[in-house]
């Protein structure tokens, strides 16, 4: 059987709308040019894909059956346009990514290493800001995809596990402080305070988690620090056992409709690729 694939296109637009009307304007076409080709399509399957009526359209179970398949063959098709253009895969598009600096750290270099592999074309412009901050972004539609530590569950927001990291409270070997060095706005610096009997009453406020690494490194404070933001500081800190630790999901954060295109799909799988399974 051949099929057209312009009419597998436009019935995978139509399947996504509620009305002929609506994926005419969509698909930039007239909607009795839309209708002949859903038609011509119906013909070559020996099958009807939507029942029509006054209220709109609405797919029917081989439409169903037969729109999953037609999907999954755009995307094929798409992934050897990809390879084809392997020079040209974000052909002039632009995505942005927002994490916290600290995140962006161990993130970006090993994501960039992937992604210049698979996409040397790359095009991309960075936001930092604390996490709530970055998904709240994404939601409004301002970046497209972010890495967040702790995201909020809500609707219409894709969220993918990547890893997990941990905060405590951290000071240099030998080391009696009376001081404590955090970054106040973070909701972990916040828990551990509410869970700690009794923390100095001195406290240094700074939002560069590099920082405190540094001066807790000097012994000049107890510190409240991800692991991770130690480890990539290569400061020789010990974690003090007695006090609480709170446990963080590192997790990426994007829209339903992020993810189609092959610059976005090879965002993502680099951005994962940054962090291997254990």
């Not at 992934?79 to 942005?96: D, H, M, P, W």
């Not at 600096?101 to 993130?107: D, E, G, N, R």
């Not at 001195?202 to 920082?211: A, V």
């Amino acid at each position: 059987m051949n099929y057209r694939m312009r009419d597998l296109e436009n019935f995978a637009s139509a399947a996504n709308c509620k009305s002929l009307s609506e994926a005419s304007r969509r698909l930039g076409m007239s909607q009795p040019s839309l209708s002949e080709s859903i038609q011509r399509l119906e013909r070559d399957l020996e099958a009807t894909v939507f029942y029509r009526s006054r209220s709109g359209i609405q797919l029917t179970p081989r439409g169903r059956e037969f729109v999953a398949k037609v999907q999954q063959l755009l995307g094929f098709v798409q992934e050897l346009e990809a390879v084809k253009r392997s020079k040209n895969v974000f052909g002039g598009q632009t995505i942005s990514i927002g994490c916290h600096a600290t995140v962006a750290s161990y993130t970006i270099p090993a994501a960039l290493e992937v992604l210049r592999e698979s996409a040397p074309d790359f095009k991309l412009e960075f936001y930092h800001d604390l996490s709530r901050n970055i998904q709240y972004e994404i939601q409004r539609g301002r970046l497209d995809v972010g890495v967040v530590i702790n995201p909020i569950p809500v609707p219409d927001i894709v969220l993918t596990h990547l890893g997990f990291d941990f905060a405590t409270v951290w000071v240099k070997a030998g080391a009696k402080p009376d001081i404590l060095i955090h970054d106040p706005d973070f909701n972990q610096t916040q828990w551990i305070l509410k869970r700690w009997k009794n923390p100095p009453v001195r406290t240094l406020s700074t939002n560069n988690l590099d920082l405190i690494c540094r001066l807790v490194g000097k012994g000049l404070g107890y510190g409240i620090l991800p692991y991770k933001a130690v480890e990539l500081s290569g400061e020789k800190l010990i974690q003090v056992a007695s006090l609480p630790v709170y446990k963080d999901r590192i997790v990426l954060v994007h829209r339903p409709e992020f993810g189609k295109t092959a610059a976005e799909k090879a965002v993502i799988s680099a951005v994962k690729a940054a962090f291997p399974k254990s």
